[in-house]
């Protein structure tokens, strides 16, 4: 069996780096009457939006077999788990809470912790009630303020004993994915819900989540003191398509575009020079103190890494990506290309030197797994995670702060617009019968992290 191994001095052995594994909600939850209806299920019931026309309805089943995960997250022996809270299992559409889903998250809270397992929560992966999906969703500003009530609601019960919360994991995707490409969940808007303009749509959804952030964090800082409070962005390097000028402008800007627009008003409060080469009706409507605001202390920041893009200019100055080539893809097509994580928290430190403390919150591979003989033989997978923490290890001898990596994923589950036909799991999910079963890489990590030196264990005292 192929090995996960690093030197014996490496950073990552470090007593206080953690490692963990993550999921979201709505990827594995199911129990879908248990909480009110999302985005993503409404989108997962319209026409040709997801590959497989699949839905969240069971998922992983998490919410009946969650003592059996639990069990299985222990066997691996990380040190953390990083899951999200679905905000329409916490909250009803009248603003009352609903106390059973609340329950549900603090007894695995609690399970966990009795394992010795820190958790990482995560309290917006994506699951936007549709109850405030119909009051304008992302685009309405009150959605920002709600966002912050549901915050406090969560982390009033969870209170420190989550070890770290962010608010929101990768603005990105819910607001250019989902408002402006509209591939993710809510989708284009109709023509009469807006002005019609998607980079408005996209830009604006992207203000409110920020400020959602913002709003909530102090909040949480208050009722949790002792947990670490930060958010997840996810970044990709931007390559050009080519030498050009031309090409490379447009991978500068869509660096700008789709990397520093979520990190520079958090650090610099102000979005990147960018903004003013759009037009007027492009530009989100942003109110005074909404920048100022958005400089929270950061605790850390959650960085999730998955593989480069390459884009080229278009004819009206702008940028589009090319699909990835070569035989390194993954079966999403994208590029196994772990030099980028380092390329791009190097720049990122240089651009901004009050970087926080990093956790890499996701890093992770679909490959076709092949069940045989009851094994799962994805040596493909381990020679990832090998291939990523290197990487991690180089970013550390370059001088940034990395406190921790988060496997994407514990299991296989919902992979958005492509459901069911993307396995990200160290576990792999038999979506019929629900049965787990540990794939060769989840018994690699299994090995690696069980033979780390015994060093944190706390000292006792005499
Ligand atoms: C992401 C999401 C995950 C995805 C993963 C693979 O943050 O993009 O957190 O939900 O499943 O990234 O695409």
Redesign the pocket.
């Known amino acids: 069996m192929t090995k996960l191994q690093l030197n014996k001095n490496s950073g990552l052995l470090s007593p206080d780096f953690i490692f963990g594994v ?1 999921t ?1 909600s709505f ?1 594995i939850e199911g129990d879908r009457n248990g909480r009110a209806t999302c985005i993503w299920d409404t989108f997962c019931r319209q026409n040709d939006r997801i590959k497989d026309a699949s839905n969240g309805d069971s998922a992983c089943e998490h919410v009946k077999y969650w003592r059996q995960d639990v069990e299985i997250i222990a066997s691996l022996g990380v040190d953390a788990y990083r899951l999200s809270i679905a905000w329409g299992r916490v909250m009803n559409a009248d603003g009352s809470v609903n106390q059973a889903g609340l329950n549900f998250y603090s007894r695995l809270i609690d399970a966990l912790l009795e394992r010795g397992i820190k958790t990482h929560v995560t309290l917006y ?2 699951d936007l009630p549709q109850f405030e999906e119909d009051q304008g969703g992302w685009l309405n500003r009150d959605t920002a303020y709600r966002f912050a009530d549901y915050a406090e609601v969560v982390v009033g019960a969870l209170g420190n004993k989550v070890e770290s919360y962010s608010t929101i ?2 603005p990105f ?1 819910s607001a250019y994915l989902s408002y402006e490409a509209g591939i993710h969940a809510p989708g284009p808007y109709p023509v009469s819900h807006d002005s019609g303009n998607r980079r408005k749509n996209g830009r604006q959804a992207a203000h409110h989540l920020l400020l959602a952030h913002a709003l909530a964090l102090p909040r949480m800082r208050k009722l949790a003191p002792a947990s670490e409070h930060g958010i ?1 962005l ?1 970044f990709s390097p931007c390559h050009a398509a080519s030498d050009s000028m031309a090409d490379r402008t447009a991978a500068e800007t869509a660096h700008a575009y789709h990397n520093l627009w979520y990190l520079q008003p958090l650090l610099q409060g102000r979005y990147p020079e960018l903004l003013k080469q759009l037009s007027d009706n492009e530009q989100p409507d942003i109110e005074d103190g909404d920048l100022e605001l958005m400089q929270q202390p950061l605790d850390f920041l959650g960085v ?1 890494y ?1 593989t480069r893009t390459t884009f080229r200019e278009t004819p009206d100055g702008w940028f589009k990506d090319v699909p990835a080539q070569g035989d390194n893809l993954t079966t ?1 097509g994208w590029e196994v290309y772990p030099q980028g994580l380092t390329e791009i928290l190097t720049q990122l430190k240089k651009t901004y030197p009050t970087l926080p403390p990093v956790y890499i919150t ?1 890093n ?1 591979v ?1 490959y076709d797994d092949v069940v045989c003989h009851n094994k799962i033989n994805d040596d493909n997978r381990i020679d990832f995670f090998q291939q990523h923490l290197n990487a991690v290890e180089d970013c550390i001898n370059a001088g940034i702060d990395i406190k921790g990596y988060y496997i ?2 514990l299991m296989d ?1 919902f ?2 617009a492509e459901g069911y036909t ?1 396995r ?1 799991g160290i576990v792999h999910i038999d979506f019929d019968s629900g049965q787990r079963r540990l794939k060769e890489s989840a018994k690699a990590w299994q090995q690696f992290l069980h033979s780390r030196p015994m060093i944190k264990v706390p000292a006792e005292s005499c």
């Open positions: 993550a979201s990827q992966h994506w994991n990768e995707c997840v996810n999730n998955y999403m996701e992770g679909a994407w994923s589950n992979e958005w993307q990200f």
